[in-house]
């Protein structure tokens, strides 16, 4: 795909992460009680502003006409879309746990992958009005969700220690386990952060290292995929070192990290 074909999807993606962060915005103030929410067959929740927000997005993306895998969507069948050459991979709020909660840590997520993976990232953390965003043919660069032309790239820095570990709240294993062996645990500090937003503080160097025992769904780490392969540093898997596999039949991926060292 041409460069700035890339580009005006890249646009297009910043459009639709900035509208359903206003979605979001727009409905964090109404109780609880005002919202459908349901335990999905995983045991995770979902709730009536989660599809608001896919709505919005998929109606924007849509222009693009490039399917779309969200979480909140229908799923076609895996005899159909393991076809497709480009795909939108989308999760309309990530963390719904913390938004229901008022806490900070949900976000936006939207890629545009290919049969590589990720060509394309976009996170937005509404409650920060930040979004953060990069591309194969575009380095990585934080904006406002209302200023979307106004771009702060982001300059890539070499890791120093102390190094410093971010890891999730229900991450099984201890910091130590998680750091790869060719590296001294006592250069690490670690915290536990939400959400896709471990991954922008690997990209702007907050953080040197994120890693996870745990299995994630391909929309909860393709946009921060997308946005680490713009500066070089992809996800991988803890054990093969292998890139993460994207569209596969479950839609399942895990044990995975990203390193800055």
């Not at 989308?90 to 290919?114: K, M, Q, W």
């Not at 200023?147 to 709240?169: E, N, T």
């Amino acid at each position: 795909m041409e460069t700035s074909h890339i580009d005006r999807l890249l646009e297009l993606g910043l459009r639709a992460a900035a509208a359903g962060s206003e979605v979001l915005l727009d409905r964090l103030s109404d109780e609880n009680e005002s919202l459908v929410i349901r335990a999905k067959r995983d045991g995770s929740l979902v709730s009536s502003v989660d599809l608001e927000s896919h709505r919005v997005i998929q109606k924007i993306l849509s222009a693009s006409n490039i399917p779309i895998i969200s979480e909140e969507g229908d799923l076609p069948p895996y005899a159909e879309r393991s076809q497709w050459p480009w795909y939108w991979l989308v999760d309309p709020l990530d963390g719904t746990e913390s938004y229901l909660n008022h806490r900070e840590g949900f976000a936006v997520n939207i890629a545009l992958c290919d049969h590589t993976g990720p060509v394309l990232g976009i996170i937005a953390d509404p409650l920060a009005n930040a979004i953060y965003a990069g591309s194969a043919k575009t380095r990585p660069f934080v904006a406002q969700l209302n200023q979307l032309d106004q771009r702060k790239f982001i300059q890539s820095r070499s890791a120093q220690p102390p190094y410093r570990l971010v890891m999730s709240w229900n991450e099984p294993l201890e910091p130590e386990q998680l750091i790869p062996q060719s590296l001294d645990p006592k250069l690490f500090t670690s915290e536990a952060v939400s959400g896709a937003l471990k991954f922008c503080q690997v990209v702007t160097g907050e953080a040197d290292l994120h890693a996870r025992s745990a299995s994630y769904m391909e929309w909860d780490c393709a946009a921060g995929d997308g946005i680490l392969r713009s500066i070089g540093l992809p996800l991988r898997h803890r054990e093969t070192n292998e890139l993460l596999s994207y569209n596969t039949m479950s839609l399942r991926t895990g044990n995975l990290y990203a390193s800055r060292i």
